[in-house]
C-alpha cells in the first residue's frame, strides 16, 4: 500500500476577482524547521510581525480598498461572513451599503487603540452593520443557551467552569469557522508574546490581553500565563474549527489580496498544520518542515471537508508523486460505520493509505 500525504481544505466557494497576488517567497519559513511550541510561534512572530499597516476606513490604501479586492466574488458583490444577504462593491475605497468594518478579533481586548492590530485586515472583514453590533466583543464560541440570531450569526451564552459565570459567545456558519479559527491563530501569533515572553507593544494598556473585566469578552477567551494566548477552552474549539473548516480557495485568495497590501503571511492559511504545532496534537514537538505541504504548492487539493466529525484527523494531504494536471475530485463517503476519502475514485483511509 502506499502512504499519501493528504491536506484537505474547504469547498471551493465560487470564483473571485483580485489584483494579482504577492507570491510567498521560496523558503520563507524554512528556519522554522526545529522549532517547538513557545519558540515556534515566536519565529512565526518574528516574520509577520514588521509590516505594512493599512489606515482604517475607506479610500485609497485603506480597509476598504483591500476589502474589494480581498472579500469581492466574480458578480461584484461583497462576500459577508456575518450575513447572508451581499451588497455589491461601487469602486474601490467605497463603502459597501449596510456594512462596516469587524474587528472577529474584538480591538476592545487589547484596549481599542487605533494601532497596528487595530487596522490589520487579517482580522478585519466587512461585515452587515447589525450583526456587527450584536456580537459586540464576544469571542468565538458554541452558545448554548439564550440563543438569538443577528445576520448568519448564532449568539448566545457559554459557561465557563473555572469562573463558573456564564458569558456570552458568537458563532459563524460552518463554512467560514476554519475562517475565524485561523484569524485567531494569526493574530494571537503576531501581537502575542515574542522570543523573551515579552507582551506585544499594542498590550501595553492592560500589560497582555485584557482580562479585568467581566464585560469584555477577552476576559473569558484569553490569558496571560503563557504563550499559548487563549483559554483552554477557547483553545480547543478552535483547534476543532480549524481541522472542520480547512483552507478553501477563498481563503487562500483573500490572504494574497491582504499580503499584496500589508506585505505579511497569514502562517496558519500558508501552512494549515502549524497551528497543531503550537495548539494541537503535535505541541512539544519540533517542526518538521519536510511533512508539511503549503497552500500556495501546486500539489495541494482543495477538497470537501465541511461537516465532518470531530475525530478526522488534521493535516491530513493529499499530495501526488507530481504536481497534478488538473484539479482532482475529492469525495468522502461513510462504509460500514468508517469514513473513507476517495479522489478521483481511489479510496484511502483518513491517514492516506490507498485501499483495495
Known amino acids: 500500500m502506499k502512504i499519501l500525504r493528504i491536506l484537505l481544505s474547504a469547498l471551493f466557494l465560487g470564483a473571485f476577482s483580485f489584483v494579482t497576488a504577492e507570491e510567498l517567497t521560496p523558503g520563507f519559513y524554512d528556519n522554522a524547521n526545529g522549532k517547538r511550541d513557545a519558540e515556534l510561534k515566536a519565529f512565526l512572530k518574528s516574520l509577520i510581525r514588521n509590516h505594512t499597516v493599512i489606515e482604517y476606513g475607506s479610500g485609497e490604501n485603506h480597509s476598504w480598498e483591500v476589502f474589494y479586492y480581498s472579500d469581492r466574488n466574480d458578480e461584484g458583490y461583497c462576500m459577508d461572513m456575518y450575513c447572508d444577504t451581499w451588497y455589491k462593491f461601487a469602486a474601490p475605497g467605497s463603502v459597501v451599503s449596510g456594512c462596516n468594518i469587524e474587528h472577529s478579533f474584538a480591538k476592545s481586548w487589547w484596549g481599542g487603540s487605533t494601532n497596528d ?59 467560514y469557522k476554519g475562517d475565524f479559527a485561523r484569524a485567531y491563530f494569526y493574530m494571537a501569533t503576531c ?35 503563557n504563550y499559548l494566548e487563549f483559554q483552554p477552552w477557547e483553545q480547543a474549539l478552535l483547534i476543532k474549527w480549524h481541522r472542520q473548516d ?7 485568495k483573500r490572504a494574497d489580496a ?25 505541541a512539544g514537538q519540533p517542526l518538521d518542515m519536510g511533512h508539511l505541504v503549503s497552500s500556495t504548492d501546486p500539489r495541494f487539493v482543495v477538497g470537501v471537508s465541511n461537516g465532518w466529525s470531530d475525530d478526522v484527523p488534521s493535516g491530513i494531504s493529499f499530495v501526488s508523486d507530481n504536481p497534478r494536471p488538473t484539479p482532482s475530485r475529492i469525495t468522502k463517503h461513510i462504509i460500514n460505520g468508517r469514513l473513507y476519502i476517495f479522489v478521483d475514485g481511489v479510496r484511502y483511509s483518513v491517514l492516506g493509505t490507498q485501499m483495495k
Not at 502575542?192 to 498590550?203: E, K, L, M, Q, S
Not at 480547512?246 to 487562500?252: L, Q
Request: overall charge negative; some cysteine.
Open 258 to 282: 491582504v499580503s499584496n497590501f500589508q506585505h505579511n503571511r497569514n502562517p496558519f492559511i500558508d501552512y494549515p498544520y502549524l497551528a497543531e504545532y503550537i495548539w494541537g496534537e503535535k
Open 191 to 225: 501581537y502575542g508574546r515574542d522570543a523573551d515572553g515579552n507582551y506585544d507593544n499594542v498590550c501595553t494598556k492592560y500589560k497582555g490581553w485584557r482580562v479585568d473585566n467581566k464585560d469584555v469578552g477577552s476576559r473569558f477567551a484569553m490569558q496571560n500565563q
Open 117 to 175: 492590530a487595530y487596522k490589520d485586515c487579517y482580522h478585519l472583514n466587512p461585515s452587515n452593520s447589525t450583526a456587527n453590533s450584536a456580537r459586540s466583543n464576544y469571542p468565538l464560541g458554541e452558545p448554548v443557551k439564550d440563543l438569538k440570531t443577528s445576520g448568519s450569526l448564532k449568539i448566545g451564552k457559554n459557561h465557563h467552569d473555572s469562573l463558573n459565570v456564564d458569558f456570552f459567545v458568537f458563532e459563524p456558519k460552518d463554512e
Open 246 to 252: 480547512p483552507v478553501s480557495e477563498k481563503e487562500i
